[in-house]
C-alpha cells in the first residue's frame, strides 16, 4: 500500500487525508466546582514558594551586608 506523502495514492476516496476532519476541536470539560480545600492548597504552596526564596535569598543579603 502507498501512502498520500508520495503523492502516488491508490486509496480513492477511502484515502485518510480525504476523509479526516480539519479543524474540529474537542469541547472543554466543565469548570470544577469550588472548594475550600483547593484554596488552602493555593494558599499553603504561595506560602511555601515565599518560604523556599526567602530561605535563599536572605542568607546571601545578609552575608553580603556583613561581609
Known amino acids: 500500500m502507498t501512502t498520500c506523502c508520495n503523492g502516488n495514492c491508490n486509496q480513492g476516496r477511502d484515502c485518510p487525508v480525504r476523509v479526516a476532519r480539519v479543524g ?10 469550588p472548594s475550600i ?6 494558599r499553603l504552596g504561595y506560602w ?11 542568607p546571601m543579603l545578609v552575608y553580603l551586608t556583613l561581609r
Not at 474540529?24 to 470544577?32: E, G
Not at 511555601?48 to 536572605?58: E, K, N, R, S
Open 24 to 33: 474540529q476541536r474537542m469541547k472543554t470539560a466543565d469548570p470544577l466546582p
Open 37 to 42: 480545600w483547593r484554596d488552602q492548597l493555593k
Open 48 to 58: 511555601m514558594l515565599m518560604a523556599v526564596i526567602g530561605l535563599t535569598v536572605w
